[in-house]
């Protein structure tokens, strides 16, 4: 089950603002959009949008998602220390019926 | 407010068998399918398994198809995860999430090793 491309790793400065981008298919995020998730490293993983943009309630609107065509980003803007996190995207792949998971994307706050 | 529990990880020794629970509360359990991530060390996440909100469907990565089997008590609020024949692959810390991954537990940690 081939995942979805993230880059491995991405370094912003403070206050300024990372794109981060998961590329999929046509089955996967070019379908139903892709769910981005923050993970801190012995925390568990927290949703930041899923279906595109759709923001869980309370979530920040500093984290801001779209799509165009078959590749997902995350936006996120006013960078704080607390931003730097791993971040996955994951997709509902229509055609194989899994889950996908990008290998992640290591953001650094400089 | 949503919590997820898992239990039931550990050491096991290659082939052998481990039974994974999540408690869930907060939430109307048979309502939402239900998930199971793992992350193994060093490594990113790992989609698992999935069953839908009444355990009628479930699904499997190629990775533990035909040897862990995912399944839940609505009336206990608790998800399961039946891992057999592990292997050291298998190694990582196993979440359960609430779709769409909105609510994640602490996670249990699965060793694998002689």
């Known amino acids: 089950q081939a995942g979805l491309t993230q880059p491995p790793s991405v370094s912003k400065a403070l206050r300024q603002t990372a794109t981060l981008t998961c590329a999929g298919n046509?089955?996967?995020?070019?379908?139903?959009?892709a769910a981005w998730l923050q993970h801190h490293q012995g925390h568990p993983p927290k949703l930041l949008s899923y279906?595109?943009?759709t923001r869980p309630s309370g979530m920040s609107k500093r984290f801001s998602a779209s799509r165009s065509g078959t590749t997902a980003s995350l936006t996120i803007t006013g960078l704080q220390p607390e931003d730097e996190a791993d971040y996955y995207c994951?997709?509902?792949?229509?055609?194989?019926?899994?889950?996908?998971f990008g290998g992640g994307t290591k953001l650094t706050v400089l | 407010e949503v919590q997820l529990l898992e239990s039931g990880g550990g050491l096991v020794q290659p082939g052998g068998s481990l039974r994974l629970s999540c408690a869930a509360s907060?939430?109307?359990?048979?309502?939402?399918?239900m998930t199971w991530v793992r992350q193994a060390p060093g490594k990113g996440l790992e989609w698992v398994s999935t069953?839908?909100?009444?355990?009628?469907?479930?699904y499997y990565a190629d990775s533990v198809k035909g040897r862990f089997t995912i399944s839940r008590d609505n009336p206990k609020n608790t998800l399961y995860m039946q891992m057999n024949s592990l292997r050291a692959e298998d190694t990582a810390v196993y979440y359960c999430?609430?779709?769409?991954?909105?609510?994640w537990g602490q996670g249990t940690l699965v060793t694998v090793s002689s």
């Open positions: 999430a609430k779709s769409p991954f909105d609510s």
């Open positions: 907060g939430f109307t359990f048979s309502n939402y399918a």
């Open positions: 069953t839908s909100h009444t355990g009628g469907s479930t």
């Open positions: 046509s089955n996967n995020v070019g379908n139903q959009g």
């Open positions: 279906r595109n943009n």
């Open positions: 994951s997709a509902w792949d229509s055609s194989l019926s899994v889950w996908v």
